[in-house]
């Protein structure tokens, strides 16, 4: 076996599944199933094949720190089901300490575009539009009285930006960053 093969099959895999779910969150708010399945078995493949009983074990650890802090997020309600199930298979893929990167490096990437993108809308449409859109406090019904239970469509409606991109850009500049700083990363030596 040649011995670049598991570096391009794993930045294939990677790339495939940061892409994919970046461009259907931002078109639909949703990443498939299908998706995310497919992407989980192909990276415990990968592991199996490339690394071995090491590389499951360290696959293991990884899921359970990236699916298991989405998941927790998701059960209070901060974020959603797509992006638990994201988590889970890319970190499959990226094994223990670069999810723990990526994770962090995407919150980041959420804070910074989330700040961003609020204040071009209210530099745009001013606080009250703003209000209104993002905030839960500023609904109100047909007859303008506030509106105090919201349904999960509302709550999606909500979301500034869809998570996804920022997991991609921030995977992406980790395996970047794997590849010139960090010596012993998945693709190093």
């Known amino acids: 076996m040649p011995e670049w093969l598991p570096s391009v099959v794993f930045v294939a895999g990677v790339l495939l599944l940061t892409g994919i779910s970046a461009y259907t969150d931002t078109r639909s708010r949703r990443i498939p199933n299908w998706l995310t399945v497919s992407?989980?078995?192909a990276g415990l493949i990968y592991q199996a094949v490339f690394h071995g009983w090491p590389g499951l074990a360290d696959a293991g650890r990884a899921f359970a720190v990236g699916f298991g802090t989405f998941f927790v997020l998701w059960i209070i309600g901060g974020g959603g089901g797509g992006d638990v199930k994201l988590m889970g298979a890319l970190s499959v893929w990226?094994?223990?300490?670069?999810?723990?990167?990526?994770?962090?490096?995407?919150?980041?990437?959420?804070?910074?575009?989330?700040?961003?993108?609020?204040?071009?809308t209210v530099l745009r449409h001013g606080?009250?539009?703003?209000?209104?859109?993002?905030?839960?406090?500023?609904?109100?019904?047909?007859?303008?009285?506030?509106?105090?239970?919201?349904?999960?469509?509302?709550r999606q409606n909500r979301r500034v930006m869809a998570f996804a991109v920022p997991v991609a850009l921030a995977t992406w500049m980790i395996?970047?960053?794997?590849?010139?700083a960090i010596t012993h990363g998945q693709l190093g030596p």
């Open 39 to 41: 992407a989980l078995a």
């Open 94 to 120: 990226l094994g223990f300490k670069l999810t723990l990167y990526a994770m962090v490096l995407s919150m980041v990437f959420v804070i910074l575009g989330t700040g961003a993108l609020m204040a071009w």
């Open 127 to 154: 606080a009250k539009r703003w209000k209104k859109q993002y905030l839960a406090t500023g609904r109100t019904d047909a007859h303008g009285r506030p509106v105090t239970a919201e349904s999960v469509e509302l």
């Open 175 to 180: 395996l970047l960053l794997d590849t010139v």
